[in-house]
């Protein structure tokens, strides 16, 4: 009945740091987690979404956390839409980063529709806007980049070598990014090359 939804959108990203703080809200249950790595723009390349809106359809799914609302859906008529289709089958969307939610689930009716519908259209705006100066922030330096190495640094072999040993003696992920000083990300994509 309760779904955690965990979103990165690259390699590089870690969502453990997402789930901790969905955990940390979690007052409902013993949650199913949901780890999707796919851009939030659109659902038709979301299998898990899909499937996520098929068991909330089904009354399969009470409440549904996420880290931020933007884990859901970047554009705005996207996340309205989703908000809408969860209240028709009685699914209440918590966010870590969004606690004005609570708030809102709190309100009596008639109000609580009039709220809930203000304050997803201002958050989607503002969710929208956001992405829209990134995608441009990154637009710009690609084109400034003149010829010069394009994204991290490729991690060198001797490092490699260490998070292999230090995996093999037995240690976590998270212990091998602190002795490494690498992202426990990248900590994570080096063991699972191997």
Excluded at 59 to 88: A, N
Excluded at 91 to 116: G, V
Excluded at 177 to 186: D, F, P, Q
Aim: charged share 30%.
């Amino acid at each position: 009945m309760i779904r955690i939804l965990i979103r990165t959108s690259t390699q590089e990203q870690s969502p453990e740091n997402q789930l901790s703080d969905c955990q940390s809200i979690n007052t409902y249950g013993e949650a199913q987690i949901i780890k999707e790595q796919q851009s939030a723009w659109s659902d038709k390349d979301r299998p898990l979404m899909i499937q996520l809106k098929k068991d909330i359809s089904h009354k399969k799914v009470k409440h549904l956390i996420t880290w931020d609302l933007d884990r859901l859906f970047r554009k705005r008529k996207k996340l309205i839409e989703f908000f809408k289709f969860c209240k028709v089958y009685d699914c209440q969307i918590h966010s870590f980063r969004q606690t004005w939610l609570e708030e809102l689930n709190k309100i009596p009716a008639p109000f609580d529709e009039i709220m809930h519908s203000l304050m997803l259209q201002i958050m989607g705006w503002i969710g929208e806007e956001e992405s829209q100066k990134k995608s441009d922030r990154v637009k710009i330096a690609y084109a400034n980049h003149h010829g010069k190495k394009w994204g991290r640094p490729a991690t060198h072999t001797n490092k490699k070598k260490v998070v292999y040993n230090l995996r093999e003696q037995g240690n976590s992920i998270r212990q091998i990014a602190k002795i490494t000083k690498l992202s426990v990300g990248k900590v994570s994509e080096i063991c699972s090359e191997r």
